[in-house]
């Protein structure tokens, strides 16, 4: 996760499976622009564990402009104006 404070940016880098069924994993980015609201409650070194091995159990967007990230420990929510899938 990249977050530019300065410029209201967050960046995820993700690896997830586009179907359930999927044997490979595809990499993409999140990337949230005009960031409004931003909170995480998560143990870093679970983060930083988990980074290879899956960490994100759902991920849902509540809104028109907000996205939570339930993790394994833990749960990061952005809202932003904008959200790009890359």
Do not use: P, W
């Amino acid at each position: 996760m990249s977050v530019d404070y300065v410029n209201r940016i967050i960046t995820l880098n993700i690896e997830c499976y586009k179907y359930v069924a999927d044997k490979a994993r595809i990499a993409g980015s999140l990337i949230f622009e005009d960031v409004e609201l931003f909170s995480e409650t998560c143990n870093i070194n679970e983060l930083h564990d988990h980074t290879f091995t899956g960490h994100v159990n759902y991920l849902k967007q509540t809104n028109e402009t907000t996205v939570c990230l339930y993790l394994v420990v833990g749960a990061i929510s952005i809202t932003s104006r904008k959200i790009y899938i890359k």
